[in-house]
């Protein structure tokens, strides 16, 4: 019994399509982490162990790279005419929009947010602690993630 979980996880881990997805993931964030230490914007080694394996935002996008890359591997395996494709179609273009909108929006706010903070602690009015500003994307990042994802996804499944 338990050697046939053995295989099924191995298998798992094995898969093609999984190493595509987390091979796209890793380039994004290793360029992201290059852009941010050729900037000067690197300041601990902390802070280079949560660019590398973490932190979000920024060029280019990890999520949008990981989605597209899944959909495209996807897409050469099963056709484009399957249903698993066009899940991992809708959850590419969902992911997309989240990383453009909602999270960039969140991002602004909090920013906003803190500036009033900020001035009203200042001031003694008040005492709040500052929001976590979560960064959201630019189209250009999200654009150029998917375009990562798709050629990592197309070089996994041609070559």
């Known amino acids: 019994m ?3 979980a053995k295989t099924n996880i191995q298998l798992f881990l094995l898969n093609p399509v999984l190493i595509a997805c987390i091979f796209s993931w890793f380039c994004a964030q290793f360029i992201k982490t290059v852009v941010k230490l050729f900037y000067g914007q690197v300041h601990s080694f902390k802070q280079l162990f949560e660019l590398m ?3 979000t935002g920024g060029l280019p996008s990890s999520h949008s790279s990981l989605v597209s890359c899944l959909c495209t591997t996807i897409g050469f395996r099963s056709g484009i005419n399957s249903d698993i494709f066009v899940l991992a179609f809708c959850f590419m273009l969902i992911t997309m929009r989240d990383a453009l ?3 960039r929006a969140n991002g ?3 920013r906003r947010l803190n500036e009033i903070v900020k001035i009203l602690n200042e001031k003694g009015m008040s005492d709040f602690k500052f929001l976590k500003e979560v960064q959201g994307h630019s189209p250009m990042e999200v654009f150029i993630g998917c375009l990562l994802g798709f050629f990592i996804g ?3 499944s041609v070559l």
Do not use: D, E, N
Request: zero cysteines; a positive charge.
């Open 101 to 103: 909108g909602v999270r």
């Open 53 to 55: 394996f973490w932190r």
């Open 108 to 110: 602004i706010q909090a």
């Open 2 to 4: 338990f050697s046939g």
């Open 154 to 156: 197309l070089a996994f």
